[in-house]
């Protein structure tokens, strides 16, 4: 995709209007237009890049530091029991659009929400392999 055709390129450069929560030189932070939860927030790069792949390093230290400083902020305000941190990277992953984005999900006692994997049970020489698959 183009960037000129990137729907979240206009809302961090501020074309499109969001419901901003913080904004800097790098970065703009806004409410998640479906959320999961309540407080659903956003962190945008104002560069593009499509995915944590093409991220330069300064960008996700700087995005890891703002996703703290929200984190507390949501936990603050909004008082909630705890939260996710979540970051696509492709379709199959379930990435819709390709900026690099990290979500912000507050969670609640009883907010129904499921943000979870069913775990496999790899028996110790098939974790062995995947271990040898990846640093060898
Ligand atoms: P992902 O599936 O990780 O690519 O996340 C995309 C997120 O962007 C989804 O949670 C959408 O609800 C959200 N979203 C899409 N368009 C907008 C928009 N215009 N403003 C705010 N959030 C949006
Ligand atoms: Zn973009």
Known sequence: MKKEDCIFCKIAAG?????????????????????????????????HTANL?????????EAM???????LLLKDK???DGLNLVQN????????????HLHLIPRYKG???????VPSEPSREELEAVRKEITE
């Open 89 to 100: 990277n492709g379709e199959v992953a379930g990435q819709t659009v390709s900026h690099f």
């Open 111 to 117: 907010d129904g929400q499921k943000i979870n994997w």
């Open 15 to 47: 074309e499109i209007p969001s419901g901003t929560l913080y904004e800097d030189e790098q970065f703009r932070v806004i409410l998640d237009l479906g959320p999961a939860t309540k407080g659903h927030t956003l962190i945008l790069p104002k560069e």
């Open 53 to 61: 792949y093409e991220l330069p390093d300064e960008t996700a230290a």
């Open 78 to 80: 909004l008082h909630c």
């Open 65 to 71: 530091k703002l996703a703290k400083k929200m984190a």
